[in-house]
Each structure stands twice: as structure tokens, then as C-alpha cells.
């Protein structure tokens, strides 16, 4: 099977445990306004490429990875292309790889025969990054164009099957970073029990020059990245510093 691929970064160490061979999807049907990869939005954008040759290919780094590392797929937005992805992992645990999905969760439904397919792959899936993009449901359809009550009841589910999740929130000034947000972000990740990190991306513009070259408008010009103290404040308020159990739980 082929899929649409955006680009491979090899030697990656912060897109889950240990050092990471990373793959990025193309296709995503969010338009997050902090989004810095813009160009990975038209899955046609992609390169095609057969799951079995991008497997192969990363058994070339294998020996970096250590005891924790393996094959992260992001994107865009890995579930867009479900049935390529399925493949993908499905060839890396049979070279007994460790799977991790860096995902939105914005396809996510209980219909079928979606659901039948995402159960499927969440068998061979070790870890799942999960981003809240922001926790207010009109305020998340302000911030990325679209609803988010798939996303969270995706959350449930995996606490449902005990999945472990890292939870990653892109901290912007002036949109998610307000205490209250924090604070109801906060008390949801209480709600859940497979949780092992919390994380705070803190906004950056480093992505302006995509949009240029794209001809697309950016949608924050103005907006800085936050404060030390603001990032602080944040990581605090969701209580990052106490989810320091998932080394020795993967």
C-alpha cells in the first residue's frame, strides 16, 4: 500500500521516547492557526511511498534507537491516511519496533467502519501524542476550524482501553493561554487514567516563511511567543512535573 509522505526526519528525540525515526503524513483537516507546517495540509502535497520500503529504510537507524526509541508517525495528521498508517505499523511490529502516533485525533468517530479500522490499528500502536488543541469548544472551533467533541471523546477511549498517552498543548498568548483554559485543560486530564506525560509547546513563528511561500494569509502576525514566566505558570497549573512515571511504564 501507498501513502502520501511529507518528509522523514531520521534521528528525532522529542516525538516520544528515546531517539526516534520519524515519518510525516501528509493531509490534515485542521487549520490551526499556530500551525507551523502548513504545506502538509494537501495530502497530493506528498511523495508516495510503499509502507514496506519506509520500514526498511528506517531499519538503517535502528541501531540508534536504544531500549526505548522506534518509529514515530506525525504529520499533518497521521489518522487522515488510517488505512496506510494501519499497514505501516502492522510491518513495524512485526521487526518488533516500538509505535508511537503523534495525532490531533480529529478524524476520530465511533461509526463504522472507521472505528472497526482505528481499533485495528490501535493494536499495534505502543503510544499515542495527543495535542489538546484547546479545551472550549467554541474557542477550539475559533483556533482550528473545527469541533472538538470527537477529539475528547477520542481521549476517553483510549482511557478506556488503557492506551498510554503523552498530552502535548501548544501554550499561544492571548488564545490558550488564559487561566481559566488552563485550568479546565487541567481538571479533563485529571479525568483520565492512562496518561504518562504532560507537555507545553510553547508558540513559535517559525513557521511564517511557509505561509509566504504558499501564498496563504498567516493568521497570528503580531502575536509573540510567551514569556518564560507565562510558560511556567502554565506547566504549574497542569500539573506537568507530576507525570514522571512514563519512563519506567513504556
Known amino acids: 500500500m501507498q501513502g502520501y509522505i511529507h518528509s522523514i526526519e531520521s534521528f528525532g528525540s522529542v516525538d516520544g521516547p528515546g531517539v526516534r525515526y520519524i515519518i510525516f503524513l501528509s493531509g490534515c ?13 494537501d495530502i497530493t502535497r506528498g511523495e508516495k511511498k510503499e509502507a514496506a520500503d519506509l520500514i526498511q529504510e528506517s531499519l538503517s537507524c535502528r541501531s540508534y534507537w536504544g531500549t526505548s526509541g522506534g518509529i514515530t508517525i506525525s504529520g499533518g ?23 508511537c502516533i503523534d495525532t490531533s485525533g480529529a478524524p476520530f468517530t465511533r461509526e463504522e467502519k472507521w472505528f472497526e479500522k482505528f481499533q485495528k490499528l490501535m493494536e499495534v500502536t505502543d503510544l499515542l501524542l495527543m495535542d489538546i488543541k484547546h479545551i472550549d469548544p467554541e474557542q477550539h472551533v475559533e483556533l482550528t476550524g473545527s469541533k472538538n467533541d470527537n477529539i ?13 498517552i503523552w498530552i502535548r498543548h501548544v501554550l499561544v498568548p492571548g488564545i490558550s493561554d488564559d487561566d481559566t483554559y488552563l485550568t479546565q485543560t487541567r481538571d479533563f486530564i485529571r479525568t483520565l487514567h492512562n496518561v504518562q506525560r504532560v507537555e507545553i509547546l510553547p508558540y513559535h513563528t517559525l513557521g511564517i516563511h511557509k505561509y509566504e511561500d504558499l501564498g496563504i494569509p498567516y493568521p497570528l502576525t503580531g502575536v509573540a511567543s510567551p514569556t518564560a514566566e507565562r510558560i511556567a505558570n502554565a506547566k504549574a497549573i497542569l500539573e506537568c512535573d507530576s507525570y514522571t512515571g512514563w519512563k519506567q511504564a513504556l
Open 77 to 99: 495528521e497521521p489518522l487522515f491516511q488510517i488505512d496506510f498508517l494501519t499497514e505501516l505499523l502492522t510491518l513495524a511490529k512485526q521487526e518488533g519496533i516500538n509505535t
Open 152 to 164: 475528547i471523546d477520542m481521549f476517553r477511549y483510549l482511557d478506556e482501553i488503557k492506551k498510554p
Open 29 to 41: 483537516p485542521l487549520r490551526c492557526k499556530f500551525c507551523h507546517n502548513p504545506d502538509t495540509w
